[in-house]
């Protein structure tokens, strides 16, 4: 497979990744703002999906202005709007080497974005429904990669896009949460939308078989290689992935990523830290966000050809 088309499906996976993650941060958080008594605060949301630097932030007040600063901006990098017609265009570049069903269901969502229906929905009348529907475009997609794509080189890089990004989605949301975690607030209460909008909710109990507990959660989103939104469980799968590359790599270039890998799932499966430290865990973050931050510029100079 030549280097810019195993960029093209490995962009196109991170983008699709986002896209899903954002989509159910927002949903469960505007389900959120309706059972919140006193004002729902967007700000720690928008700041973690916008540019640092973007000054339009200050201006967003309403949850109508995060759903279309957050999904329908068109001048926003980072909007869900963006992701879809990057990994659109990512797909388009490279139809040879992706199924016509999968090409088929990118195009799908990208004309469901900019549809004036989704739009008057989205801002105007109802929310959840288009959010939804987003959503329900964003599964079809999961289900199309696996039930057509051939188990080649281009299955291989759309997995790796999907479980390098994941991580670095989880370990953001984690981090971003316990910054913002109210001192005496309900433990409960500030982690199960979290939960919720990872798909998370029932499996912490039916495995923890507890009430929502800090370091429970912590555990589950971080080192729990059961779940599927974990940053454990999403380097396990990056290692897995990246192995099949074996055969087809350049051997230095091989065990330069495989070592960086390896390196990350073991410095985190074997970490020292306990969940309930959790001064200390905002620097176990740091330490395996740059991990995974270096997997992917690894990938972008050993097999994208990136300068």
Not at 44 to 67: A, H, L, T
Not at 98 to 117: A, F, G, M, V
Not at 252 to 261: C, P, R
Request: charged share 25%; aromatic share 14%; glycine share 4%.
């Amino acid at each position: 497979m030549l280097s810019r088309v195993a960029d093209a499906v490995f962009w196109t996976a991170r983008y699709m990744e986002r896209t899903d993650n954002i989509l159910r941060m927002l949903r469960t958080n505007y389900i959120a703002s309706q059972d919140e008594i006193l004002e729902f605060d967007w700000r720690p949301w928008v700041k973690q999906y916008g540019p640092p630097d973007d000054k339009s932030q200050i201006e967003i007040v309403s949850y109508r202005d995060v759903i279309n600063y957050l999904i329908l901006s068109r001048q926003h990098d980072a909007s869900v709007f963006s992701f879809i017609v990057r990994a659109r265009e990512n797909a388009r570049s490279v139809q040879d080497f992706i199924t016509k069903e999968l090409w088929q269901c990118l195009n799908d969502y990208y004309h469901l974005i900019r549809s004036p229906h989704t739009e008057q929905l989205l801002l105007n009348d109802d929310p959840l429904t288009a959010m939804d529907s987003l959503l329900r475009e964003s599964t079809i997609y999961y289900g199309t990669v696996d039930t057509t794509m051939g188990r080649g080189e281009g299955y291989t890089f759309i997995n790796l896009g999907k479980f390098v990004e994941r991580s670095l989605q989880s370990l953001d949301l984690l981090s971003m949460k316990l910054e913002t975690l109210p001192k005496g607030a309900s433990e409960a209460s500030h982690w199960k939308y979290l939960l919720y909008s990872l798909s998370g909710y029932e499996f912490h109990g039916k495995y923890y078989k507890n009430s929502l507990h800090t370091h429970d959660v912590i555990h589950q989103l971080l080192f729990n290689p059961q779940f599927p939104h974990s940053v454990l469980y999403s380097l396990i799968q990056t290692e897995r992935y990246f192995k099949r590359l074996g055969p087809i790599s350049l051997p230095d270039h091989f065990k330069e990523i495989e070592f960086a890998v390896g390196k990350a799932v073991n410095d985190l499966k074997y970490s020292l830290v306990d969940c309930k430290d959790v001064d200390n865990l905002q620097e176990l973050f740091k330490t395996s966000r740059q991990q995974v931050l270096t997997i992917g510029q690894k990938l972008a100079t050993l097999y994208f050809g990136y300068s």
